[in-house]
């Protein structure tokens, strides 16, 4: 297994994003600039969270999927089942953070906050994300 993927602990029920997860991916999501994804986000909820104290989160959203041939256009590796929204941050003593939003079969999956292995990150400290790119 690859060091940082994530194990995932279901959360008892889903629940709603925080303020902060919401902000952070309405920025990701006003750069892909796909409808059909920004319809997913308005009534995405949280159905589980990483074992290894990261604050990465698993994604759910019952809104149709992004169209598979948009999804290729999106993915740089000419696929049609998996694009990523990657960006860079930063919060008081995290000088890099990653944070990946990524998309499975047309859908929201994971948001992934990466600062190294069992490091939270605290969202309401976390600066605007920067360098956003679609791949
Ligand atoms: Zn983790």
Do not use: N
């Not at 303020?19 to 319809?39: C, I, T, W, Y």
Request: aromatic share 2%; hydrophobic share 40%.
């Amino acid at each position: 297994m690859d060091v940082g993927e994530p194990i995932w602990q279901e959360l008892d029920g889903p629940r709603d994003l925080t303020k902060d997860e919401r902000r952070l991916l309405e920025r990701m999501v006003g750069v892909v600039g796909e409808p059909a994804l920004q319809r997913q986000l308005d009534v995405a909820v949280v159905t589980a969270r990483c074992c290894c104290g990261c604050s990465s989160v698993r994604l759910h959203s019952t809104e149709p999927p992004v169209a598979e041939g948009r999804v290729r256009q999106l993915s740089r590796l000419d696929r049609s089942d998996h694009f990523s929204v990657d960006a860079r941050s930063r919060a008081p003593g995290l000088t890099d953070v990653h944070v990946v939003l990524h998309v499975v079969q047309g859908r929201v999956e994971e948001l992934e906050l990466f600062a190294g292995e069992g490091i939270a990150v605290p969202l309401a400290d976390l600066a605007d994300p920067t360098d956003v790119t679609v791949a």
